[in-house]
């Protein structure tokens, strides 16, 4: 089965440009999340998706940031305009929905989008 | 609001010793599930263990266990016969278990290497 994949792998753009990462979780996992980790702060949440629609999305630092998940499959986060605070790593991560009762829903990780804003 | 923090910003540790990583976490809910990932240099975030608030034993899944002790509100990691291949960043973090609060928050992370 495969897992949780995302791209591109590596981005570099310039400040005021605009870039759209995807993430297309492991098949079957209906919850969806993007987090980003900053150069050598801990990994932060953006927002959680179930199926197509947006669970919580408290994380999202300001406007600049959209994220999608049409059809309730794979997801888009696009940063426009991107700024020099933006760099970091992006992550997206999957899972089952969780089942009543049930204290454990692990969460699946793709290898990440490294973002690097000139 | 949760936290989580991880006081070992690195650590050496001789090959086929055991090594503990330190992980305390700050919440008023009685409900909640703790993870612990592995992230080594290609990038990949692993799933290691989970721990519940209720579980009445700790968690042990092959070479990795779960010290949790939760009057301390301590979850630490320790992996038994360390290998070269455990050199990586150990993130440590936590999850309520109320449903519609899914998002994990995480620490900041320890760097092992194991030293051959």
């Known amino acids: 089965e495969a897992g949780v994949t995302q791209f591109p792998s590596h981005s570099v753009i310039e400040k005021g440009q605009t870039v759209t990462l995807r993430c297309d979780p492991i098949?079957?996992?209906?919850?969806l999340y993007w987090y980003r980790r900053v150069m050598g702060k801990e990994i932060k949440f953006l927002l959680h998706?179930?199926?197509?629609?947006?669970?919580?999305e408290s994380g999202m630092p300001n406007n600049r940031f959209l994220a999608e998940r049409t059809g309730g499959t794979y997801s888009t986060l696009k940063v426009q305009p991107a700024e020099l605070e933006d760099s970091g790593v992006y992550f997206c991560?999957?899972?089952?929905?969780?089942?009543?009762?049930?204290?454990?829903?692990?969460?699946?990780f793709g290898p990440g989008t490294r973002l690097l804003v000139l | 609001a949760q936290k989580i923090t991880q006081t070992q910003p690195g650590m050496f540790v001789q090959e086929k010793e055991a090594v503990t990583l330190d992980c305390t976490y700050d919440?008023?809910?009685?409900?909640?599930?703790l993870f612990w990932y592995k992230q080594p240099s290609s990038g990949e975030m692993i799933f290691l263990i989970y721990q519940g608030s209720y579980d009445q034993q700790n968690a042990t899944e092959g070479r990795y266990s779960l010290n949790f002790q939760k009057a301390r509100k301590s979850a630490n990691l320790v992996i038994s016969a360390s290998q070269l291949g455990d050199s990586a960043m150990y993130f440590c973090?936590?999850?309520?278990?109320?449903?519609?609060?899914?998002?994990?928050?995480f620490g900041t992370g320890t760097r092992l290497t194991i030293i051959p």
């Open positions: 919440t008023s809910d009685p409900s909640y599930g």
């Open positions: 998706f179930v199926k197509e629609s947006k669970q919580d």
């Open positions: 973090a936590m999850r309520l278990s109320n449903f519609g609060n899914e998002k994990l928050t």
């Open positions: 098949s079957g996992h209906d919850n």
């Open positions: 991560a999957s899972s089952q929905p969780r089942v009543a009762g049930a204290s454990q829903e692990t969460q699946y």
